[in-house]
């Protein structure tokens, strides 16, 4: 059910924008009840938010598991890249649940996470604040090319960033395997 939701939500998108989107267009594209969405989400912002979640899983997911950090950018900028208009839209959002906002704290937990899984213990409060600024950056760079029409390829995107790793962060993942030496 909530895959037909997030796919009743981009079909929506296609002519309305976001914040003119309301729960019973989702529902009526979907072809359920406001009260199923509710089940689920507590509002379209939710849903756009979940959707993006899905994708940052998937395309994370390969990581840690024989995986570079590079390959699993490349991953999500490809898909990106063929959702260009969803994301786009998305992204243009100013609101409370954010997707930009979202997007940091789901790829700064995933970056903690795996340092955490891979040494034991928790981040230094000098590499927490790399890594955050690191994400914050990432997040940003990434809207910038969405916005300006995607003009780098998602393997140039995914060199970009990860030659953008400050160099104790770049240290810490090179040694971790997160990133190639």
């Known amino acids: 059910m909530k895959e037909r939701l997030a796919g009743a939500i981009k079909q929506c998108m296609k002519t309305t924008a976001i ?7 989702i529902v009526e594209v979907c072809g359920t009840t406001r009260q199923t969405f509710y089940r689920y989400f507590q509002d379209k912002y939710d849903l756009i938010n979940r959707y993006f979640e899905m994708l940052l899983l998937e395309s994370f997911a390969q990581m840690g598991k024989g995986a570079t950090i590079y390959e699993g950018l490349v991953k999500k900028f490809r ?16 609101e409370q649940n954010c997707l930009k906002e979202y997007d940091f704290h789901l790829i700064l937990q995933f970056y903690t996470d795996r340092i955490r899984e891979r040494t034991g213990k928790p981040l230094e409060e000098d590499m927490q604040f790399l890594l955050e600024m690191y994400c914050q950056g990432s997040i940003y760079m990434t809207v910038k090319w969405v916005m300006e029409g995607m003009k780098a390829s998602p393997e140039e995107l ?3 960033l990860i030659g953008a790793v400050p160099e104790k962060l770049a240290r810490l993942f090179k040694t971790l ?3 190639e030496n």
């Open 158 to 160: 995914s060199g970009h």
């Open 177 to 179: 395997g997160l990133i």
């Open 79 to 94: 898909f990106i890249k063929q959702e260009q208009e969803f994301f786009k839209k998305a992204f243009k959002l100013d």
């Open 19 to 25: 914040e003119k989107i309301t729960v019973q267009q």
